[in-house]
């Protein structure tokens, strides 16, 4: 190691080399780095102008540099305040902070190399700062007590110096001071807006900027009541009040006049009021000027006389009836569990007007009283009470509850205490009744919850009757409490709130109960009426009440006690009572919807205002029945129904006239109506008013005959023909049936030939009638003198035509004869139209007046004549006679079958069927014949066997003969004579043979009518084989096969089925389990053998034999399973097969699988050289290696020490590390299988390594 000074250096690139030498006398190798020695540039400050000044002043600057070995490309100028300044030689700039600054600056050349700094200085000189910290109470007010001066609060700062002095100024007074901070009288200042100015001068007597603030001097104004008056008054009476008030700095811009009772009244300077409250006042006014500032207050006083208050409390019902003809409280209904009307006057048993007898007993001295509807309890607040028993039973608690009941207070509930109005235990915890605030609750007690309450939002006075109601719902959760129909509190409980109960907690009216106490707690004291326990949850408008009258309740207050009037009126009948309360009767009021006012005045003659409430008092309409035009009279007869309606608060929109038989009848005032069901009716008649309000009813009766009804059953026949042989008379049924009475008379009628009959049912001869269409009528009459209205059907009379034969040319010819017939006819009633002769033989012959024919049948012909009409009626027929000669008839009745086959082992024969008849005489003779055969038979029936006969198509003929020796026409039909196919199994080969082996079959067909189109083989166990005459087959199943061969012909016809049989043996299947391993190596230390596994079934049989073979090696074994020493098996592929032998000595195909034997290379180090040597010596290695199974692709040299050297067979190094190498080397086979590695050894000397450490710098100038 050494240094060297850079200055004794040339400027340039240098290359470095160094080496060193061991004990052993060898050099290293020489090891070498570059050295680069440059030059840096000078930097030289010109000038810095000016050196000292004041901040923002300009200050120049200049400079310049050198470089021996380049050229100067770069400036920096930099201050030790504001850092960088310029990148310019020279520049200028106002920017310097204030303070001592170290200017530097330095050039750069073009290798980026900057030179030494150059130092230079410049102070600059720091401004003070003046701050307004504070001036308080901005705005400030002159006349203000309790804030008189005010303070300014002022600083500065300079950075480099001191502050020596202050100059505070104001806009509006001047100098105000030189002190930082001061405070001066706010007298001493002008009004109005002021700015407020601050400066500061530091040590070197450089003056601040001037900083400003504001200040606003305002002034409060003054006020002063002008008037009151007057200064005692009523309640509502207008009182005017009057201010004024002055503000030296600005104007008055409000007023404000406040009452020690009512707060804020006013915000003028004068007004007028006659909203103030009952009492004294004392009334203070002041002023606000347009800076928002109030003055102090002036004040005086005033008394106001109260107004008295009043207020309607309840109008129970809001809505009523009159004429309605209810004039009673609501009935008890199924959802009444207990009802109590109070209306005994002895006793002590309160009767429960409920069908559940739940009576109650007066207890402790209870004492009957009037109430407000008849009869009530009077309750001394002492002990007394009204004990009601346990109605539900059992366990059983309120689910659905409306508790409800009239009260009236004797005097307030007093501080601390409660009134209890009722209250259960034995069907569970409830309780109703008044606090101490005179309000109404309703509270419900559970078990898991305790007690739940709910209270009235209006409270109850003493002296007045108040409806109160109270519901529990357990589904709906709730509890409610009502105040003359009005809902006054709700509360909503918990979804699983159930009451709980307690066996020795009664039931009382007018008292508190708990488990211990029983009806001793919390005793009303008033009266009680009309009390009522319901099970549901009752609708307002069902509570307590009379639909007739309504009950009007209010309240008065007066400030000073001093009522003297009352007053109620109504908006349509003026005055209607002078009492608090009271009850009124729809009818004593007009109808129609009034308002109602009630008012007070006080001892000063001072009226309330008023209080309203709406009632509507409805009145039913008035109807009554005036007329009927008849009490009894027939059925259907107009009967007139007048009556007389009126309707006093509308007008009648409908009317109903009523039967008991029949219902409504009419719909208007009057109605007229013939309709009415026989029988005794009660006649009902009711309007309705146009708001749907229904009369009384007013009653009347009747009495309706029933007319009889006629009915005509049938006229049989309703149309008759004289003339007519079949029906000589017309038969008349009629009925007629009165349901109020019975029949007298009957009468029928003609339209042509007038009364036919007196009786019901009659019977007239038809040549009685009149030809023509008659209108038949019937009519009945009953015991009440009263016919039925006649009814009508028809009966139409006709006459039949007359036929007469006028000429016959024979009466016997033979068959085929010409004969002619004549006739002619005639018609009363009309003309004939149409003619027809009849034979009994042949039927229709004509429709002519005349015909002749050559054609008519042999035998004995009853000829029929006779004629149509133009009413379609036919005459009677005319009868003659005629004789024609018979010859015989034949007819062929089957044959069976008609087509018939050979060679068919189900029909052998043929059945023929004729017969011949003559009508004049008997057969004699028969005669079959066949086109293809001749004669078949003589007889009428034979039976032929099929197989004599010739095939193809016959003509069959068949005639017979008469004793007149006469023969039929021949009869004639077709008869086919066919063959069936045969079939011949020509060979089956071979019969018996294993599966899968080809089995062939070949069959034959002959037909003799026609050729062989179709063949089929089937098996027993294969179902259809084939259908080709001959064929092969390796598809067989195993087993036994019945085999079945038909052909078919070209008329569709089977053969008989041919039988043959074929055995086929079941092959035994043969499979390889596995070979393990699949892969195995000669050479190979691990693994020495292989094992086989093979399996082989058979379906039905046994297996008897194995054989496992090699394609290289052949026979490997002769058992299903076996393991081999690969060693003993040859190098290659193997294709491995296997296969088994049943005890039908039958192999199975063989199966197949690989098997690869492979063998490991070997490796040898044929040289490494040398074996020791120095480190860095070329060392020599080389070895081979060789495969028996195939050739050497790869190579690997390993060192204990380096790891891996080489893929190489032989290779040279010279990078072994120093120190003791074990070398190993093994050879890889085109099987990418490594040989065992072979072992070796070198040892490599350490030689001794120069280092260049460093040289510092590398690059010197």
């Known amino acids: 190691n050494f240094t060297i000074n850079v200055n004794t250096l040339s400027l340039g690139n240098h290359t470095i080399t ?19 020695v440059k030059a840096y540039p000078n930097a030289t400050i010109t000038s810095v102008s ?26 920096e100028w930099t201050s030790s305040k504001d850092g960088s300044l310029s990148t310019s030689s020279s520049f200028s700039t106002t920017q310097l902070s204030t303070g001592f600054h170290r200017i530097y600056f330095k050039v750069k050349d073009n290798d980026t190399l900057w030179s030494v700094t150059k130092i230079s200085s410049v102070f600059i000189n720091d401004i003070p700062e003046a701050s307004i910290d504070a001036v308080g109470s901005n705005p400030v007010y002159k006349n203000n007590q309790t804030t008189t001066s005010v303070a300014f609060n002022g600083s500065g700062v300079d950075s480099d110096g001191q502050i020596t002095h202050y100059y505070w100024n104001s806009s509006k007074n001047g100098v105000l001071s030189t002190s930082g901070n001061f405070t001066t009288a706010l007298s001493g200042l002008s009004v109005g807006n002021h700015t407020i100015y601050l400066q500061v001068r530091d040590n070197f007597t450089t003056w601040s900027p001037s900083v400003e603030t504001w200040l606003v001097v305002k002034a409060y104004p003054n006020a002063s009541i002008g008037s009151v008056s007057p200064l005692f008054t009523n309640e509502t009476d207008d009182v005017t009040f009057s201010g004024t008030g002055s503000d030296e700095d600005g104007t008055i811009t409000g007023y404000e006049w406040t009452s020690s009772i009512d707060g804020l009244i006013g915000t003028l300077s004068g007004f007028t009021l006659d909203n103030l409250s009952p009492g004294d006042h004392t009334i203070y006014f002041k002023v606000k000027d347009n800076d928002s500032l109030w003055s102090t207050t002036d004040s005086t ?17 809001s809505i009523i009836f009159g004429y309605s003809g209810n004039d009673t409280l609501p009935a008890s209904d199924t959802d009444t569990l207990g009802y109590w009307h109070t209306d005994e006057d002895s006793g002590t048993r309160a009767n429960d007007a409920s069908s559940n007898s739940h009576h109650a007993t007066l207890k402790n001295g209870a004492d009957w009283s009037s109430g407000l509807f008849g009869g009530g309890v009077e309750l001394d607040g002492d002990n007394d009470y009204i004990l ?41 915890f409830v309780e109703i009744g008044i606090d101490d605030a005179q309000y109404p609750y309703f509270k419900v007690k559970s078990g898991s919850f305790g007690w739940k309450e709910v209270t009235s939002n209006m409270a109850v006075a003493p002296g007045a009757w108040y409806h109160i109601a109270a519901q529990y719902s357990e589904s709906g959760d709730f509890i409610k409490i009502y105040i003359n129909r009005q809902l006054e509190g709700t509360y909503t409980l918990q979804s699983n709130f159930v009451l709980s109960r307690s066996l020795s907690a009664k039931n009382c009216i007018g008292a508190g109960t708990s488990g211990s106490s029983i009806c001793t707690e919390d005793n009303f004291q008033g009266s009680v009426d009309e009390f009522r326990i319901s099970t549901s949850i009752r609708s307002v408008t069902s509570f307590i009440s009379l639909s007739d009258t309504t009950f009007l309740s209010a309240t008065v207050f007066d400030y000073e006690n001093s009522i003297t009037d009352i007053e109620w009126s109504s908006s349509i009948d003026g005055a209607i009572s002078y009492d608090q309360s009271f009850s009124i ?12 006012t009630f008012r007070a005045k006080d001892s000063h003659d001072f009226w309330s205002f008023n209080a309203t409430a709406s009632l509507y008092v409805r009145h039913h309409p008035r109807s009554s029945i005036e007329s009927i035009s008849h009490i009894s009279t027939d059925e259907d007869v107009p009967i007139t129904f007048t009556g007389d309606a009126s309707d006093t608060d509308g007008s009648i929109s409908s009317y109903e006239w009523y039967s008991s038989r029949d219902g409504v009848f009419g719909t208007n005032l009057n109605t007229t109506t013939g309709d009415l069901s026989i029988g005794y009716h009660v006649i009902s008649f009711k309007v309705k008013d146009n708001d749907d309000l229904w009369s009384l009813t007013d009653y009347s009766f009747l009495f309706i005959n029933g007319i009889p009804t006629a009915s005509i059953g049938s006229i049989d026949p309703q149309t008759v023909y004289r003339n007519n042989l079949t029906y000589y008379t017309a038969s008349f049924y009629g009925n007629v049936s009165d349901n109020d009475g019975s029949i007298t008379h009957y009468y029928w009628n003609s339209s042509k030939d007038g009364a036919l009959s007196t009786s019901g049912n009659f019977t007239t001869t038809i040549n009685a009638l009149s030809l023509g269409n008659h209108t038949i009528t019937f009519q009945g009459r009953d ?54 002769w009849v034979s009994s033989r042949d039927g229709l012959l004509s429709t002519n007046s005349s015909f002749n024919s050559t054609s008519l049948s042999v035998g004995f012909h009853r000829i029929y004549f006779k004629v149509k009409d133009n009413d379609t009626l036919w005459s009677r027929p005319v009868i003659t006679q005629l004789s024609v000669n018979d010859i015989p008839v034949s007819i062929i009745h089957s044959i069976t ?42 007889f009428g029936n034979f039976t032929v066997n099929v197989n004599l006969l010739s095939l193809g198509t016959h003509n069959i003929t068949f005639q017979g003969s008469d004793n007149g020796t006469s023969w039929s026409p021949k009869a004639s039909t077709w008869f086919v004579v066919k063959a069936y196919p045969n079939a011949t199994i020509t060979s089956i080969s071979p019969r018996s043979t294993d599966e899968g082996t080809s089995v062939s079959f070949s069959g034959s067909g002959a037909d003799e009518d026609g050729t062989i189109t179709g063949y089929e083989w089937m098996s027993s166990q294969d179902g259809l084989l084939s259908r080709n005459s001959s064929f092969s087959t390796a598809e067989l199943s195993t087993g036994f096969h019945r085999i079945y061969f038909k052909v078919k012909d070209n008329d569709t016809l089977w053969s008989v089925t041919k039988t043959s049989s074929v055995f086929i043996n079941d092959i035994s299947v043969a499979s ?36 496992w073979n090699s394609s290289k090696d052949g026979t490997l074994s002769t058992s299903g399973n076996f393991t081999i020493n690969v060693n003993t098996l040859s190098l290659g592929n193997h294709t491995i097969t296997f296969q088994g032998r049943d005890n039908y000595t039958t192999w199975s195909p063989t199966v197949s699988t690989w098997l690869v034997v492979k063998a490991y290379p070997n490796a040898t180090i044929t040289s490494v050289s040398p074996r020791s040597t120095d480190e860095g010596v070329s060392v020599s290695f080389s070895g081979s290696g060789t495969d028996e199974d195939g050739s050497i692709t790869g190579y690997e040299w390993t060192s204990s020490k380096d790891g891996s050297l080489s893929t190489s067979s032989s290779f040279s190094t010279t990078q072994l590390s120093t120190g003791f190498h074990r070398i190993y080397f093994k050879v890889k086979d085109n099987d990418t299988l490594w040989s065992v590695a072979k072992i070796s050894s070198v040892f490599i000397n350490d030689i001794s390594v120069a280092s260049i450490g460093s040289i510092d710098p590398q690059i010197v100038y």
Request: glycine share 10%.
């Open 18 to 36: 160094f080496q060193g030498r061991d004990n052993y006398t060898t050099w290293s190798p020489a090891v070498s780095t570059w050295f680069v």
């Open 50 to 75: 000016p050196r000292s000044t004041d901040e923002g002043v300009s200050v120049s600057f200049s400079g310049s540099g050198t470089d021996e070995d380049g050229s100067i490309t770069g400036y």
């Open 301 to 317: 006083n005033i008394v106001v006389n109260g107004r008295p208050v009043v207020e309607i409390i309840a109008t129970v019902p």
């Open 388 to 428: 009601v028993p346990d109605m539900l039973g059992g366990s059983s608690v309120f689910t659905e509850a409306t508790f409800e009941g009239w009260i009236k207070l004797d005097s307030s509930v007093s501080n601390g205490e409660t009134m209890v109005v009722f209250s259960g235990g034995q069907d569970g």
């Open 585 to 596: 009767n729809a009818t004593t009021l007009s109808p129609g919807n009034h308002t109602l």
């Open 783 to 836: 015991n009440y003198t009263t016919w039925s209205p006649t009814v009508s059907t028809w009966l139409v009379v006709k006459a039949y035509p007359n036929a007469t034969i006028t000429d016959q040319s024979s009466y016997s010819i033979n068959f085929g004869d010409f004969f002619s017939l004549d006739g002619s006819g005639s018609d009363e009633d009309g003309t004939v139209t149409a003619y027809e």
């Open 897 to 938: 079958p008609q087509t018939a086959y050979r060679n068919n082992l189900t029909h052998y024969n043929v059945s023929f069927s004729g017969s011949s008849y003559d009508r004049d005489g008997e057969i004699t003779s028969y005669y079959w014949n066949s086109s293809k055969d001749g004669v078949l038979s003589t």
């Open 1072 to 1107: 390889i389990g596995s070979i393990e391993p699949q892969t195995v190596y000669r050479n190979n230390l691990t693994y020495y053998s292989s094992s086989f596994y093979g399996n082989v079934s058979d379906n039905d049989g046994s297996i008897t034999h194995y054989y």
